[in-house]
């Protein structure tokens, strides 16, 4: 499909918006998560809020119709449209930590946080400054006691959500790279950027 960027398997991509752009991202194969994380075009100190954004929204199932909110409780994004109802917005993006400590996997493994640091170093932002992503068509439950558990995607085969921008931003997206997450199979991520007349962007740089 004209317009259709594809972040392969275990990658990312880093680009800009506009505000009043709109990015949908969809899931072209079905049940594989992507971590999505914002910032200030104007001032990179300001960024996507977990903890903001699900205090403003008064839920920690955001959806259609929810804001994502930045560090200085801005808007950032609204959620025009979801058609699986699920992501996740508790957990940090997979690092290489994640694989030592959780998998007892010592190796060199691919992460999230890797591949976002990899695609917005160049927009001089710093592996540090990488906060909680959002985490797109991810499934994470939790017992009565709080303890959680993170399940395969409910996403099925072109599921998509989009959103607008609140402002220009920078946008960080990986196609996930933690086994856990995606039922424990690594698929691309597809998605198109359009401006508020809806006639798509040209935004891909550098995917790495």
Known sequence: MEGVNIIAPQSGAAFEMDKGDTLTVIDPLGKQVSDMVLFNRADKKERISSGKTMDF?????????????????????????????????????????????????????????????????????EIDEIPTAFNIFMNVQFDATGKLKVLPPTSKQGDLIRFKAEMDLIVGLTA?????????????????????????????????
């Not at 995606?182 to 698929?187: A, E």
């Open 57 to 125: 929204e008064e839920t920690i199932l955001l959806t259609k119709g929810n804001f994502l909110w930045s560090n200085r409780s801005q808007k950032m994004m609204e959620i025009k449209e979801d058609s699986n109802g699920r992501n996740d917005f508790l957990l940090a993006p997979c690092s290489p930590e994640t694989f030592k400590i959780m998998y007892n996997n010592p190796s060199y493994h691919p992460s999230c946080l890797e591949n976002l640091y990899k695609n917005l170093m160049r927009y001089d932002i």
């Open 176 to 208: 996930c790279s933690a086994e856990d997450s995606n039922g424990g199979y690594f698929k691309p991520i597809n998605f198109i950027v359009t401006n508020h007349e809806g006639i798509i962007k040209d935004i891909t740089k550098n995917f790495q």
